[in-house]
């Protein structure tokens, strides 16, 4: 990773591209258990008929579990390629990018974010999350799930997969919780998930009810 600070809509087009290119291939992917664990356990927090927004959904893997939990699922991702295999599926989806979630205010029960908002600058992570915020309604949840490391560090990583390279927010625990609690969200719960080498962020936030 370089000391490079971009900017959200910088990033966006190799995103794009790179996620267009990859859809088929992270179609076919088997997903860890310890991912399960943490869908399985946000799932639970949530009523039966709650709405929930997933964002960054991918092919909707994730939107399928909960939609058949009996959840009323909305995706979104900023791939078309991606929202396509989220619609084959049966899922209403949207191609959007999280600066740009063309929703109603208040108008689901909670918000799914795995493995996503790592592609947003530092710079630009609270508006995205001012933009979540927003379309949670008071008493909602928040889950966002991230890897994180000892140091914050953005850019590129070596040997990514796709092409072309993808952009990473590393963030430390520290950071990621000022993150959350400067966009005025109450932190339920927050736990590291040892994945190898690194850890998985895992953080689920309730947007308060007096404000």
């Not at 790179?18 to 310890?34: E, F, H, M, N, V």
């Not at 943490?38 to 039966?48: K, S």
């Not at 590129?156 to 990621?176: A, C, K, M, Y």
Request: hydrophobic share 40%.
């Amino acid at each position: 990773m370089t000391g490079m600070t971009p900017r959200y809509d910088e990033v966006l087009g190799p995103l794009r591209e790179a996620y267009d290119a990859g859809a088929a291939r992270r179609d076919s992917l088997d997903k860890q258990p310890w991912k399960l664990a943490e869908r399985q356990a946000f799932g639970q927090r949530l009523a039966p008929g709650s709405r929930l927004l997933e964002i960054g959904a991918g092919t909707g893997q994730d939107s399928v579990y909960f939609h058949e939990a009996g959840l009323a699922v909305v995706a979104a991702d900023l791939s078309a390629a991606m929202v396509e295999r989220c619609r084959a599926k049966g899922l209403k989806a949207h191609v959007m990018d999280f600066l740009r979630l063309d929703f109603p205010a208040g108008s689901f029960d909670a918000v799914y974010a795995m493995n996503c908002l790592l592609h947003v600058p530092n710079h630009d992570l609270p508006a995205v999350l001012a933009a979540v915020r927003a379309i949670v309604r008071p008493g909602g949840l928040f889950f966002i799930g991230v890897y994180g490391g000892d140091e914050s560090a953005e850019g590129p990583i070596d040997g990514d997969e796709h092409v072309p390279p993808r952009f990473f927010s590393w963030r430390t625990n520290e950071q990621l919780l000022g993150f959350a609690t400067g966009a005025r969200f109450d932190v339920l719960d927050f736990h590291p998930v040892d994945v190898g080498g690194h850890w998985f962020q895992s953080l689920t936030l309730r947007r308060p009810d007096s404000h």
